[in-house]
């Protein structure tokens, strides 16, 4: 069974940064892709960033020169920094990876950790 395990998120004021942690546990054999995404109070959930297995990322305009997917490829395990946070930033963010496991290969979902940035 794959887990995805979210940590980090939190408080934080305008400005300030956090480093999200996603660690993917369990019989993986292949990691194509992780990534992060957000869902705000109200609204539809959004991609935020996806790193691949060949380092390609992808970033939504909005974070841009303020937020960094990297990975530990031996720890299964994908960060997300975020500097210059905004209170627009504020959402609970989730972690997902497209992988390979006995199950074959499937889209994992992690349980979400909030982050809320005030004014």
């Known amino acids: 069974q794959v887990q995805l395990v979210e940590s980090g998120g939190g408080l934080v004021q305008a400005g300030g940064s956090l480093r999200l942690s996603c660690a993917a546990s369990?019989?993986?054999?292949?990691?194509?892709?992780m990534g992060w995404y957000r869902r705000a109070p109200g609204k539809q959930r959004e991609l935020v960033a996806t790193?691949?297995?060949?380092?390609?990322?992808t970033y939504t305009d909005s974070v841009k020169g303020r937020f960094t997917i990297s990975r530990d490829s031996a720890k299964n395990t994908v960060y997300l920094q975020m500097n210059s946070l905004k209170p627009e930033d504020t959402a609970v963010y989730y972690c997902?990876?497209?992988?390979?496991?006995?199950?074959?290969?499937?889209?994992?979902w992690g349980q979400g950790t909030q982050v809320t940035v005030s004014s």
């Open positions: 369990g019989s993986i054999f292949t990691i194509y892709r």
């Open positions: 790193l691949t297995s060949g380092g390609s990322t």
């Open positions: 997902d990876a497209d992988l390979v496991g006995v199950a074959g290969r499937l889209e994992y």
